[in-house]
């Protein structure tokens, strides 16, 4: 199981590494490991609130599908390496992942 580290991303200090299989998303990774991403839909895509920063390792992530493009023009519109973790699956090979988030 890889490790990947969050960064708070006001302060740029670490916050948690957390563990994760790939096929999880990084929205469920941080609820398993305590470190819940904000949210009002719980993970389904809806609300737009679990954006993350991808800090490093974005060219291994899942490109950007249409419905997560419209929800980061609304919730996160002048953070260009902004996703959504509940959109964002953790690939095989992905070696290292560190994010920000609030």
Same mark, same amino acid.
């Given at each position: 199981?890889?490790? *990947?580290?969050?960064?708070?991303?006001?302060?740029?200090?670490? @916050? !948690?590494?957390?563990?994760?299989?790939?096929?999880?998303?990084? *929205?469920?990774?941080?609820?398993?490991? =305590?470190?819940?991403?904000?949210?009002?839909?719980?993970?389904?895509?809806?609300?737009? #609130?679990?954006?993350?920063?991808?800090?490093? =390792?974005?060219?291994?992530?899942?490109?950007?599908? !249409?419905?997560? !493009?419209?929800? #980061?023009?609304?919730?996160?519109?002048?953070?260009?390496?902004?996703?959504? =973790?509940? @959109?964002i699956t #953790?690939?095989?090979?992905?070696?290292?992942?560190?994010? =920000?988030?609030?």
């Amino acid at each position: 199981m890889r490790h *990947y580290l969050l960064l708070d991303r006001a302060t740029g200090e670490r @916050r !948690a590494w957390v563990a994760a299989p790939p096929g999880m998303t990084v *929205y469920e990774a941080c609820e398993r490991a =305590g470190q819940p991403l904000p949210t009002t839909c719980r993970g389904s895509t809806i609300c737009g #609130l679990c954006h993350v920063d991808v800090l490093e =390792g974005g060219a291994s992530l899942p490109p950007v599908q !249409a419905d997560e !493009a419209e929800l #980061l023009a609304r919730q996160a519109p002048d953070r260009p390496r902004a996703r959504l =973790g509940c @959109r964002i699956t #953790l690939p095989e090979g992905l070696e290292r992942l560190v994010l =920000g988030v609030s």
